[in-house]
């Protein structure tokens, strides 16, 4: 299952279509994530999960790396929610599906998961983060996002008075199917602690 840092070189090769040259001179870090010295950008890599929804995919990464069965998948999820999980746990081509609301049309609900992570972002952004001349913030939706819920977003950002990141990346991707991603492990690897290869 995707870690942390598969997130962040996913968002690192995605980036490319964006700074085209430029993009050679990002390196992985921490505080923020990916960083440019030579270009003075700095990028934040997060994902639009609650808490909740964060304690899922920790569940179900546990569960894959100890091959665990079905049955004792729900015990772990049982344990780890203290009785309380909502939701279902079952098997799909060999990924574990933790539905905490079993409704397929997140969105709106979503948007505001999405607005929760901005304001943590935001403030670690004015109190820890390394400041740069361009600060960003990349934003993977774990569900699928039409225009609506990037406009509702874009909305409660300005009202909130949210705009402390200099440009927001939101990869509202229709499938969240990993093996379908457009790019490859190869290209994955590329991108390591020290920085990009030529």
């Known amino acids: 299952?995707?870690?942390?840092?598969?997130?962040?070189?996913y968002a690192n090769a995605s980036l490319k279509f964006f700074y085209g040259e430029n993009h050679k001179n990002f390196v992985l870090s921490e505080s923020p994530d990916l960083q440019n010295e030579k270009d003075n950008i700095g990028v934040e890599v997060t994902r639009g999960i609650s808490e909740y929804e964060g304690r899922l995919s920790r569940l179900a990464n546990e569960c894959l790396e100890q091959n665990l069965p079905l049955d004792k998948r729900v015990t772990r999820a049982n344990k780890m929610f203290r009785k309380n999980?909502?939701?279902?746990?079952?098997?799909?081509?060999?990924?574990?599906i933790a539905d905490p609301e079993n409704n397929n049309d997140c969105g709106e609900v979503h948007v505001r998961h999405i607005l929760e992570?901005?304001?943590i972002k935001t403030d670690k952004l004015e109190n820890l983060y390394k400041k740069f001349e361009w600060n960003c913030l990349y934003v993977f939706a774990e569900y699928p996002l039409k225009l609506k819920h990037i406009c509702i977003l874009a909305d409660l950002l300005s009202a909130e008075q949210l705009n402390k990141y200099d440009i927001y990346f939101i990869n509202a991707r229709k499938d969240f199917k990993f093996q379908k991603h457009s790019f490859s492990a190869t290209?994955?690897?590329?991108?390591?602690?020290?920085?990009?290869?030529?």
């Open 85 to 96: 999980f909502l939701g279902m746990v079952h098997e799909n081509l060999g990924f574990v």
């Open 187 to 198: 290209e994955l690897g590329e991108f390591t602690e020290k920085g990009y290869k030529d």
């Open 1 to 9: 299952m995707p870690n942390k840092r598969f997130y962040e070189k």
């Open 117 to 119: 992570k901005i304001k």
